[in-house]
């Protein structure tokens, strides 16, 4: 399984139209859970004690939830569409 490191840096806008704080991260680590089937593992990830905070979008790049672990931690589900981040990577 591919694992994704994206810099994005505090201010900027994150999920939805918000702008990113990490005030209540320990550090701005975010993780991603990329799935094949956005629906089950949200249901999954309810059931287990998670709380949803924006329900499934759907981007050019795919599906997106964004959720808080009991914890109060945040981390997304995400099912990927079409060629994933590739959809809006700009070449470095």
Not at 53 to 70: C, F, H, S, Y
């Amino acid at each position: 399984m591919p694992l994704f490191l994206l810099r994005k840096a505090a201010g900027t806008i994150g999920a939805g139209e918000s702008r990113r704080i990490y005030d209540r991260h320990w550090t701005p680590i975010h993780f991603d859970v990329v799935v094949e089937d956005i629906n089950a593992a949200l249901e999954r990830a309810l059931d287990a004690g998670a709380l949803l905070e924006q329900e499934i979008r759907t981007n050019v790049w795919g599906k997106i939830a964004v959720l808080a672990d009991p914890f109060g931690h945040g981390f997304c589900l995400i099912e990927f569409i079409n060629r994933g981040y590739d959809e809006v990577a700009t070449p470095s």
